[in-house]
């Protein structure tokens, strides 16, 4: 088992979610959340000099699945989320030690 | 002067006055939390060029040369002649002539203040202020003058109680050419939707509109009578009809009814009796409600099936209701109230009918050609969109420095 955690662009959810259902994902978690990249974030310029928006809006999926399916999931979301400019995002993928399912107390596979 | 009629008609400047803020707020909520300041602080910008256009040049322009076709004059600038004393030949209610500019006036501000929800979350500021500005001058005042002025519209004989044609299908159908010209917002650029963040904004907006709306069509009288008392009650009716006739369309449409639809319907009934209310009863005023809620269910419904963002629905909500209003009152016309023309259903034949098509279908084309024109004129010199990057931050931050919410 792994998780992905993948932080996009809030206006590529939409598109993101829709694929990952048509590879059979569907359970997923997300959240509104905001940071910066190595760039720290960005810098605009104004009539009377700079100013600089340093933690961006984002959104966070976080999907837990099984290893099989890792690349197919990856794949889906990189080619989604991508717009090629600074900013598309970030996936991590971490290692899942058990799943329990809180309504049986079951482990998952 | 008349006690009684100056009473009312200052009582009304203030109810439309606060309409202009609570547009902000009816607007802010429906937007993303990102981009609700940027609305109220357009509101603010407004009300202050809208008021300082209207004092010097603005109301001459439009109330001035009575019986002109086209335009004002310059008779009255810096509102020079324009005093204490009843002001010919807005006078026959014998209210002062300064109250009557900025009874106006307030007009004026509102009906810019509707723009701002189509074009919302991605029009620079300095753009969307030079925009409104040349709207100002060369949309909203040439169409007032027509309908309120003695203009063309007037001698015609098509009839406007209150602003149907000259503030909702002026600033809707403006909307429709100005979202053409600035294209879609990015977040809904792969078939996203944008949620709205805070609805119990909008529904405190939509409230003090509708209190507003008191003003704005009873107030229309210029006079504390019984045109007044009838417009303020076919309003409330035609209001009240639409909130419903919407929740219940939504209901058997979708299965539950949305209070953003159902506040959302009230103003569609309100746009619309805002025409007729000095010319219908009851009967006219409830047949308008359930017209208005239907229709601009439906206008909404097919817009989804266009691609340009209307992001707030100005022309679903103001230019279809202004349009069903426009020709309601050339069907529901008592002739037994402010005018003597009556409409279709009550033996007027189509006189007033053909009147209503015909001032409708001008201002469509002179609103629409002169927005177009103008915003895609300074598209070629300016940019009018913030960039794709500003835009997701939100013009919030971007454009005023500032989070709602922390």
């Known amino acids: ?109 | 002067m008349d006690a009684g009629n100056t009473a009312w008609v200052l009582i009304s400047t203030a109810l439309v006055f606060i309409m202009t803020p609570a547009v902000g707020f009816f607007y802010g909520g429906m937007l993303g939390k990102k981009n609700v300041l940027s609305i109220l602080g357009q509101c603010i910008i407004i009300i202050g060029m809208v008021t300082l256009i209207w004092v010097t040049v603005g109301f001459t322009l439009a109330f001035g040369g009575f019986g002109n076709a086209l335009i004002g004059n310059f008779d009255w600038v810096m509102l020079n002649g324009v005093g204490i004393e009843p002001l010919a030949p807005y006078d026959l209610t014998s209210i002062p002539g300064i109250l009557f500019m900025m009874f106006q006036g307030m007009f004026a501000i509102i009906a810019v203040a509707l723009i701002i929800g189509g074009v919302a979350e991605r029009m620079r500021l300095k753009a969307l202020i030079i925009f409104l500005f040349i709207w100002t001058l060369l949309v909203y005042i040439p169409v007032a003058h027509w309908v309120w002025g003695g203009g063309w519209i007037a001698q015609l004989g098509a009839l406007d109680f209150a602003g149907g044609t000259v503030v909702h299908i002026t600033a809707g159908v403006s909307v429709l050419a100005a979202v053409i010209i600035l294209g879609k917002r990015v977040s809904l650029s792969n078939g996203g939707t944008e949620q709205p963040h805070n609805i119990p904004f909008v529904v405190l907006g939509g409230a003090l509109l509708w209190i507003g709306w008191f003003g704005f069509n009873g107030g229309s009288a210029l006079a504390a009578d019984g045109i007044a008392a009838n417009a303020f009650v076919v309003t409330m009716v035609a209001a009240a009809t639409a909130a419903v006739v919407w929740g219940l369309v939504n209901w058997l449409h979708l299965g539950r009814p949305g209070v953003l639809g159902m506040i959302s319907g009230a103003i569609a009934g309100l746009v619309a009796i805002t025409p007729a209310c000095g010319y219908v009863n009851v009967t006219g005023a409830i047949l308008i409600g359930m017209g208005a809620g239907v229709f601009c269910y439906g206008g909404i419904l097919i817009k989804r099936r266009f691609s340009y963002d209307d992001a707030l629905d100005v022309f679903g909500v103001h230019g279809i209701g202004g349009t069903w209003g426009a020709i309601a009152t050339g069907l529901f016309a008592t002739g037994t109230l402010a005018s003597t023309s009556k409409g279709l259903l009550y033996g007027g034949g189509f006189a007033l009918l053909g009147a209503q098509i015909i001032a409708v279908m001008a201002v469509y084309a002179f609103a629409f050609g002169v927005t177009f024109l103008a915003l895609y004129a300074m598209k070629k010199v300016m940019a009018i969109r913030v960039s794709k990057e500003e835009e997701r931050i939100g013009a919030d931050i971007i454009q005023h420095g500032e989070n709602a919410y922390s």
């Open chain 1, 1 to 109: 088992m792994k998780k992905i955690e993948a932080i996009i662009r809030p206006e590529k959810l939409g598109v993101v979610k829709h694929a990952l259902e048509e590879i059979g994902l569907h359970a997923m978690t997300t959240y509104d959340v905001q940071g910066r990249g190595e760039q720290k974030g960005l810098e605009f310029t104004h009539r009377v000099g700079k100013f600089r928006v340093d933690m961006l809006p984002k959104i966070k999926i976080e999907i837990v699945l099984d290893d099989a399916k890792l690349e197919d999931a990856v794949n889906v979301i990189c080619s989604m989320a991508r717009t090629g400019e600074v900013g598309d995002g970030k996936i991590f993928i971490i290692p899942v030690e058990r799943v329990v399912k809180v309504r049986t107390g079951e482990i998952e596979p």
